[in-house]
């Protein structure tokens, strides 16, 4: 995996052009005019989101970077904001700036199954709740699938939505402005998802949207992949799509678990219970081996003390692990090899 920064003078240079109506090329990237229309449209969307803030998007501190990312023989150019943003998730955007990906396991598992099956024969479908600026959804889309993408930070999905139009993706990736969710009455502050307590006065910013979608509403069709990080709020998502589960599971699967160390989350347990049900293998990032799904209150605690080497309760809130899981129908399965424990 390789990456290349674009200069700032090309960058200013060709959001100087939206107004102009110049046609400008990125490395690697060549931009039809119906596409340049696209993107002043995502520009005005983050200008306008940057507005409710009482800033201005070309201002210098609040405004854009831009990098080119490649993989194998692709490559895409990724918008990112700058440092001043109140967009969460800092140092995540950092490491795609200075290293060129995110997750050395999760990306090399994403782009193993992207490169074997985007615009081939079997499912073309990648599910991406949780998008935020989009990595994971560019990074299917170059390779020539469909992607839907989910998130309710309307900021963040504003630096996606010119991201897809500098590559020429837009007609690749549906965005759903929305939350994933079996209920709806949610609060959001553009990274945690919490039920509403009708006893706080803390209400939702403005930058995101509240709404809710259910999974079984929208999919309709079975999907090649699927990555649901949520932080925190994925037996939601899961509890959305109970029959997606049931009847059209994913081929594959990554997930993310996160619980606080004070409140033990037993939401995970019907997680578990429906992957099992479906018959997926799952593998664990941090406890690196195949895990044996625990269905059971005993069983989950069994698991997450199993965590304690690297989690400690006196000193962390909460605690995360990363599971990549596989359907048995699934015609490579990088999983076979591994031993359950």
Excluded at 80 to 96: D, Q
Excluded at 151 to 162: P, S, V
Excluded at 188 to 203: E, H, I
């Amino acid at each position: 995996m390789f990456a290349r920064k674009i200069s700032w003078q090309v960058l200013f240079i060709g959001l100087a052009g939206f107004t102009l109506g110049l046609v400008f090329r990125f490395p690697g990237v060549s931009m039809p005019k119906e596409d340049i229309v696209v993107m002043r449209n995502a520009y005005a969307d983050a200008e306008y989101l940057a507005e409710v803030r009482g800033v201005k998007i070309r201002e210098i501190g609040f405004g854009i970077r831009a990098r080119t990312l490649i993989f194998k023989d692709k490559s895409f150019v990724m918008v990112l904001p700058l440092n001043s943003t109140f967009l969460m998730a800092w140092h995540l955007y950092n490491r795609i700036m200075d290293f060129g990906g995110l997750h050395n396991r999760e990306d090399d598992f994403a782009v193993d199954i992207f490169s074997r099956f985007c615009g081939k024969s079997g499912p073309q479908l990648v599910l991406d709740v949780g998008t935020n600026i989009g990595y994971y959804s560019l990074l299917a889309a170059v390779f020539g699938c469909r992607v839907m993408a989910f998130d309710g930070n309307l900021e963040a999905l504003a630096y996606m939505k010119i991201s897809l139009a500098m590559n020429g993706f837009s007609d690749r990736v549906k965005i759903v402005e929305a939350l994933v969710s079996n209920v709806t009455d949610v609060q959001f502050d553009g990274f945690y998802a919490n039920l509403k307590n009708n006893t706080s006065s803390q209400t939702s910013p403005a930058y995101v949207t509240t709404r809710s979608v259910q999974l079984d509403d929208l999919v309709h069709q079975q999907a090649l992949y699927a990555k649901i990080d949520v932080e925190a709020w994925e037996p939601a998502v899961f509890a959305s799509a109970k029959k997606m589960f049931r009847e059209r599971p994913p081929l594959y699967l990554f997930f993310e678990m996160t619980y606080w160390q004070d409140t033990w989350r037993y939401g995970y347990i019907e997680i578990f219970t429906m992957l099992k049900d479906a018959g997926y293998t799952c593998d664990s990032s941090i406890l690196q081996r195949v895990i044996t799904m625990p269905t059971t209150k005993n069983d989950f605690d069994a698991m997450l003390k199993s965590y304690d080497f690297i989690c400690d309760r006196t000193r962390l809130p909460f605690c995360q692990d990363e599971f990549i899981c596989i359907l048995p129908s699934a015609i490579y399965n990088p999983l076979s090899n591994k031993s359950q424990v």
